[in-house]
């Protein structure tokens, strides 16, 4: 029988990292999403009778900024950068 041994430097550097070896702007990219998706921040409102209370809908564009200034949040909660 082989001897169980510990894994040597080289071996351990070549092993990937926990949780699947994600780069920081990935883990801050399923962060954004993950606060999208659960605040309902991407879903747009339908037409409804009466008042709804809610703000007219922002345009692809303001959608599209706000979503990016989401993201930087996230790289920065990420990174640890205050």
């Known amino acids: 029988m082989a001897e169980l ?3 040597s430097a080289q071996e351990a550097a ?3 990292a926990p949780g699947g070896g994600r780069s920081p702007d990935e ?3 399923e962060l954004m999403r993950f606060i999208a998706v659960t605040t309902g921040y ?3 409102s339908g037409s409804s009778a009466g008042f709804s209370g ?3 809908a922002h345009t692809q564009q303001e959608h599209a ?3 990016l200034e989401l993201f930087e949040k ?3 909660v990420v990174k ?3």
């Open 80 to 82: 640890g950068d205050s």
């Open 42 to 44: 991407g879903k747009t």
């Open 65 to 67: 900024d706000a979503l």
């Open 27 to 29: 883990v801050a990219l």
């Open 74 to 76: 996230c790289r920065k």
């Open 5 to 7: 041994e510990s894994p």
């Open 14 to 16: 070549a092993a990937p």
């Open 54 to 56: 809610k703000p007219a």
